[in-house]
Nanobody, 121 residues
């Protein structure tokens, strides 16, 4: 059993900041890439930011310079620091981890349950 548990969402005013966390637990042998996705009402899920096992990061253009992704490999946790938030950042944010459960299994994507971020005055 593998679980990804997100925390840190909430209501924030435009220009404010939030920090999301996602901890992976359970039967995990190793984690490759981790990332954050978001889905706004009526829109498709989109990649916000990703980070490799060795710390290489990538961001969608609309969040570059405002968001920062990081991870703690010892804690199997990924973070998303979101600054200068805008109303268009409002969405449910999902954590993703590409991991394998045993030394012989292949890498598989696992998802968190999502955490709502609302940016509004």
């Amino acid at each position: 059993q593998v679980q990804l548990v997100e925390s840190g969402g909430g209501l924030v005013q435009p220009g404010g900041s939030l920090r999301l966390s996602c901890a992976a637990s359970g039967s995990i042998f190793s984690i490759n890439a981790m990332g954050w996705y978001r889905q706004a009402p009526g829109k498709e899920r989109e990649l916000v930011a990703g980070i490799s096992k060795f710390g290489r990061t990538n961001y969608r253009d609309s969040v570059k310079g405002r968001f920062a992704i990081s991870r703690d490999n010892d804690k199997n946790t990924v973070y998303l620091q979101m600054n200068s938030l805008k109303p268009e950042d409002t969405a449910v944010y999902y954590c993703n981890a590409e991991l394998r459960r045993t030394v012989t299994s292949s890498y598989t994507d696992f998802w968190g349950q999502g955490t709502l971020v609302t940016v509004s005055s």
